[in-house]
């Protein structure tokens, strides 16, 4: 072989070997995402247009439904695919649980990534980063939000002469105002509630209202039973019994009607009841199927005056699971889905919206600057002025919302208060009776997990 | 003539009441799902209007074009009669086999086996469900359709309870008869069991098929590619999407429902026999 061949077979080797390595570089890496659920036309916008633009990560969206690691399934699901590192690179998980998989290491902390990018964690709401910081620790990015709203009916109001524009300001109002919109037939059969809800959490907003907390500081101690709990379920049952007792309500409002606030059944829509908290989304809901109902929106009546209006809201977050194969790229995805990408979904919800002939509320954020945004370009086109005022109050409960509790047992402190409320309700036993077995029974969890936790057992 | 007057008339009116009765089951039983396919040809504002509308005005069928439009519901449809088919195979085949050799077979430790077996169904799913992860795991069938049919295979302990009850009920006559012209203990599953077992076989098909048509929890654990979901579980897309679309959701829940209609008026007659002729009450 002489010289030129060589050369002309060594370019050849060069060549072929630059195409293969420029083609291996050029070929994405995945990032698997749980709890994407792409048949959303938002969310497939979102995605779609995160993989047409991101030049280094492709997401792959699995897991639509039970990402959460919430219910048992979900949790058995996610722990055993994160231990026997089969999980995802990124899922998604309601933010009351972030602490317990936190604790018990299955989480990745994002501060180094955060210093690293100088990403301004000050962009999401205070409240909502605080459940997902455990420590000095951040183990996600919060998504999502929703706060409690008290909605009344303007209509209902006027026709019971109270002034439609003014909600009660104290609860000694609103429980005469509850009263005064109640409406019954000569039989004594009701037909139409002054307020109730059936909500297990209406509750929370007492103990925050009164200046209590469900937890101490350091998340060691339950304070379920504490005097402002205790205080505030009382008053919720002497309302209830007022009104007709909690069998009677239930019965009346849940005889035919459902609950969730993207219902159209929902009881404040079908007016069945004057005045409720409810959580923020239902102005969607009112704006879709009955943008013409007459109401107002603002904060639950003040219950201490030295501790003012308030609220409490929930959410969701992104979480990087421990042993994530493609770390960089799960923290990419999930820095553009909790900014950019909540643009971009409302943009494809919108057009869905359009093309369906809906109005569109912009689903809230935990991002300051993008729920402004979203809420000021979406809210604008609203038709009726009551809905686009609306939006602007929802704005607003974001700047009073208390955080739930932070804890390994965020869980089981859910399910103990609503277990205590509704035996409260129902006349099982005297709020106090209740919280305090309830307590208990949360102190014993979280003495157990705390012992195994600083023994370094988990 | 008047006594047999009177019991004509007592005997008329027990028929007009069994039938009254007969008619008010079929009313509430019909009730959820007349409400369904109404509601899935209700427009929009429909869905809310109180009192109910029963007749949507107009009927829409918009929302079954909108159902195919947001999820691949044919995918999950081939997805869910793929692992129903296999399963229903699956289950007919090891669960008559087994209870053929719990009834008709003598061999050593017969019952005390039978009764452990029986034990099993008392251990709740929630206790297996991290042991099974793990297995199905170790054996590469994470997000695959295996966890739901391959087991199937392996017997099933109330199918063949069920199967075991019928199966005993039948004459050892047949099988002495069968011996005596020469046929092995297989050719007696096959050629004289299993076609006396007809009813009871309709009995276990409808039951699985229901079980695993209906499915939620399991494909829920091992699925998470959304091109192997099954149809249980893209029910609970429609829930997630931005906020509920109860008419598309309940057009999807129509057309998932409608196979099992289907099938229950196809094995209608031998199901409701063999749940007679096996002494089992839903």
Redesign the interface.
């Known amino acids: 072989m002489n010289l030129r061949r060589k050369t002309a077979a060594l370019f050849l080797v060069i060549l072929t070997v630059l195409a293969l390595s420029t083609a291996a570089l050029a070929k994405k890496q995945p990032v698997v995402v749980w709890g994407l659920n792409v048949y959303d036309p938002g969310t497939a916008a979102m995605v779609e247009k995160f993989n047409a633009t991101n030049e280094k990560y492709e997401i792959i969206a699995e897991v639509p439904v039970g990402a959460a690691g919430q219910t048992l399934e979900s949790m058995v699901k996610l722990m055993t695919a994160i231990a026997s590192g089969t999980g995802p690179d990124v899922t998604t998980m309601d933010r009351f649980v972030v602490a317990g998989w936190a604790l018990r290491g299955t989480l990745t902390p994002l501060n180094d990534l955060i210093e690293r990018d100088g990403f301004d964690i000050g962009q999401y709401m205070s409240w909502a980063v605080e459940e997902v910081t455990l420590g000095d620790k951040y183990y996600g990015l919060p998504h999502n939000a929703d706060s409690r709203a008290f909605y009344w009916n303007k209509d209902h109001f006027a026709e019971a002469g109270l002034d439609p524009d003014t909600p009660p300001a104290t609860w000694d109002e609103f429980v005469d105002y509850a009263l005064k919109l109640t409406k019954r037939d000569a039989r004594g059969r009701l037909l139409r509630v002054g307020t109730y809800s059936s909500t297990s959490s209406w509750h929370y907003i007492h103990t925050f209202g009164l200046g209590g907390q469900f937890l101490s500081d350091d998340g060691r101690t339950a304070l379920l039973n504490a005097p402002e709990t205790v205080r505030g379920i009382e008053m919720i049952v002497d309302l209830i019994d007022k009104l007709g007792g909690v069998e009677e309500l239930g019965t009346y409002t849940e005889g035919f009607a459902g609950y969730a606030e993207d219902s159209p059944s929902n009881p404040f829509l079908m007016e069945d009841v004057s005045m409720m908290l409810g959580q923020s989304p239902l102005v969607g809901t009112i704006a879709r199927y009955k943008p013409e109902l007459n109401f107002g929106i603002g904060f639950h009546p003040v219950l201490d005056p030295e501790v003012g209006p308030v609220t409490y809201g929930g959410g969701w977050a992104w979480v990087i699971p421990q042993g994530a194969k493609n770390l960089e790229g799960a923290w990419e995805v999930i820095k553009w889905l909790t900014t950019e990408g909540h643009v971009v979904r409302a943009e494809g919800d919108y057009e869905y919206n359009q093309s369906m002939g809906r109005p569109y509320v912009p689903r809230e954020t935990t991002n300051i600057a993008v729920d402004t945004m979203l809420f000021e370009k979406y809210g604008s086109m609203l038709e009726h002025e009551h809905l686009r005022k609306a939006l602007d109050v929802v704005l607003e409960l974001y700047g009073k919302i208390r955080m739930r509790f932070l804890s390994p047992e965020g869980q089981l402190i859910r399910a103990q208060l609503s277990s205590a409320y509704e035996g409260a309700l129902y006349h099982r036993g005297t709020a106090q009776e209740l919280l305090d077995s309830a307590n208990a029974v949360v102190q014993e969890a979280l003495d157990k997990f705390w012992k195994d936790y600083d023994a370094g057992r988990l | 003539m008047a006594r047999q007057h009177s019991m004509t008339r007592r005997k008329k009116a027990s028929l007009f009441l069994t039938h009254v009765v007969l008619i008010m089951g079929c009313i509430a039983f019909g009730f959820p799902f007349a409400w369904l396919i109404s509601t899935s040809l209700k427009p929009?504002?429909q869905?809310?209007s109180?009192p109910?509308t029963w007749i949507p005005r107009p009927v829409v069928w918009s929302n079954y074009k909108?159902m195919m439009r947001?999820?691949p519901f044919w995918k999950f449809f081939w997805n869910t009669s793929y692992m129903t088919v296999l399963s229903i195979i699956g289950v007919l085949i090891s669960s008559s086999m087994g209870a053929y050799a719990f009834s008709r077979l003598r061999w050593p430790g017969r019952d005390v086996i039978f009764l452990l077996f029986l034990g099993t169904m008392m251990i709740p799913s929630?206790v297996t469900?991290?042991p099974l992860?793990?297995i199905f795991?170790n054996l590469g069938w994470?997000d695959t359709l295996k966890p739901m049919w391959v087991p199937a295979f392996f017997g099933q302990p109330f199918n063949i309870f069920l199967l075991r009850q019928f199966m005993m009920t039948l004459p050892k006559d047949l099988e002495d008869a069968a011996k005596i012209d020469g046929c092995s203990y297989l050719q007696i599953y096959l050629h004289v069991i299993m076609p006396l077992v007809k009813p009871a076989l309709a009995t276990v098909g409808v039951f699985t098929f229901m079980a695993r048509w209906n499915s939620f929890?399991t494909p829920?654990?091992y699925?998470?590619?959304?091109d192997k979901?099954t149809l249980s579980?893209g029910l609970?897309?429609f829930q997630?999407?931005?906020?509920?679309q109860?008419g598309p959701m309940m057009a999807y829940a129509a057309t998932m429902t409608l196979p099992i209609v289907i099938m229950f008026f196809f094995a209608q007659r031998q199901f409701i026999q063999g749940i007679a002729l096996t002494g089992m009450k839903g």
């Open positions: 929009d504002l869905i809310l109180f109910p909108e947001l999820v929630e469900m991290i992860y793990l795991r994470i929890m829920l654990i699925i998470n590619s959304r979901m579980l609970r897309l997630e999407i931005g906020s509920t109860w």
